[in-house]
């Protein structure tokens, strides 16, 4: 299966409710794994320099989870 980067992956673009009608089935391996590799960055990035206020950690973090429950 070829590897689909976010210009091509619907999966990989930001939205509120997946775009199903666009979504082909080449788009869900490439597209998960590369979701999971982004919001694992970002999840480092936020342990590093989390400071203990809800603010600063769990905004970020919901914003993760949130991105995971849409797709």
């Known amino acids: 299966?070829?590897?689909?980067?976010?210009?091509s992956n619907t999966l990989l673009a930001d939205f509120d409710f997946p775009p199903f009608d666009r979504v082909e089935p080449a788009h869900v391996r490439p597209g998960i794994r590369?979701?999971?590799?982004?919001?694992e960055g970002e999840l480092e990035e936020l342990e590093k320099g989390v400071e203990p206020a809800w603010e600063c950690l769990v905004h970020p973090l919901e914003r993760i989870v949130d991105r995971l429950d849409i797709v």
Do not use: E, K, Q, V
């Open 1 to 7: 299966m070829a590897d689909a980067d976010s210009s």
């Open 34 to 39: 590369a979701l999971l590799a982004r919001l």
